[in-house]
């Protein structure tokens, strides 16, 4: 069973004046097809910096990520859009709606960009504002919905395009407790279902002890695996791989 993603001794490094901030201090994980990943951890941690690597959204300063058999750290921006377009779904911590755009329009458009019918995608992107709970929303403009209801804007569109991969930057950090529930079931589901994978960050112990391993991130290092025993698809790994998820586990000090 090889890992849908591999990352090892990532580091992303950032020069501010003449001091150096290692927001990802040398990480290493493998990530399964079909597993659902909560990166767990507090303000600064390094949590958005490794989502966007995965991603193809920041380059890392050096190590490897690996992604379906293919190095994402190897390719130039227009190898990484290709790649973005066909696999990755990104739920953005702020949102990222275009302002110009009513809901229906925004959740469409990376649809759009893969040349969609207009008829087609606006079939399927009201099919995932329904399923989200703003179904009647299409016609408001992201300045005329709640910070909830723009956040439910960008899961739909995320998700328009069947990504084989969802990345998520704390997709419920602006929902109520009910909203948040509704929205991690769903996002389970999907995962589920549709042997997607998931990828998500967030700072909440609650909301992390919702997937099948949580990776926690102190100060750029991954300090501990968590494993959830009663995941079938962990049941899987350990059964294939004869062994835990690989992650180097750096000793607090
Ligand atoms: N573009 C940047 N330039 C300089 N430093 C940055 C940049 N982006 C992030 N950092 C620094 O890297 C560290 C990790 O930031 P990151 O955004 O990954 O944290 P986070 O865990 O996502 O935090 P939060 O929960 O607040 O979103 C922080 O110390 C931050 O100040
Ligand atoms: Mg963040």
């Not at 849908?4 to 040398?26: C, E, M, S, W």
């Not at 911590?93 to 207009?118: C, K, T």
Request: net charge negative; glycine share 8%; aromatic share 6%.
């Amino acid at each position: 069973m090889e890992p849908l993603i591999k990352v090892r001794d990532l580091y992303k490094i950032f020069n501010i004046g003449t001091n150096k901030v290692y927001a990802l201090n040398g990480v290493s994980f493998d990530i399964y097809r079909g597993e659902f990943i909560a990166i767990v951890g507090t303000s600064g941690s390094g949590k958005s910096t490794c989502l966007n690597m995965l991603a193809g959204l920041e380059a890392p300063s050096s190590g490897i990520i690996q992604i379906a058999g293919k190095r994402i750290d190897r390719m130039n921006e227009s190898q990484l859009v290709a790649f973005r377009r066909q696999n990755v779904g990104f739920i953005f911590q702020s949102y990222n709606l275009i302002p110009s755009m009513n809901a229906l329009e925004n959740v469409s458009m990376p649809l759009m960009f893969r040349g969609v019918p207009l008829e087609t995608r606006t079939k399927a992107a009201k099919h995932y504002m329904e399923l989200i709970g703003i179904g009647d929303q299409g016609l408001h403009m992201p300045n005329q919905m709640s910070g909830g209801q723009q956040q439910r804007v960008g899961i739909a569109r995320a998700l328009v395009i069947d990504p084989k991969i969802i990345f998520a930057d704390e997709p419920t950090g602006n929902l109520d407790s009910h909203t948040t529930d509704d929205v991690l079931n769903l996002l389970k589901k999907i995962v589920e279902e549709e042997h997607r994978t998931l990828v998500m960050v967030t700072h909440d112990p609650h909301i992390a002890s919702w997937a099948d391993r949580q990776l926690r991130v102190v100060d750029g290092h991954i300090v501990e695996t968590v494993i959830n025993k009663e995941s079938s698809i962990e049941q899987e790994i350990l059964r294939e791989t004869g062994s835990e998820p690989y992650c180097v586990v750096t000793p607090e000090n």
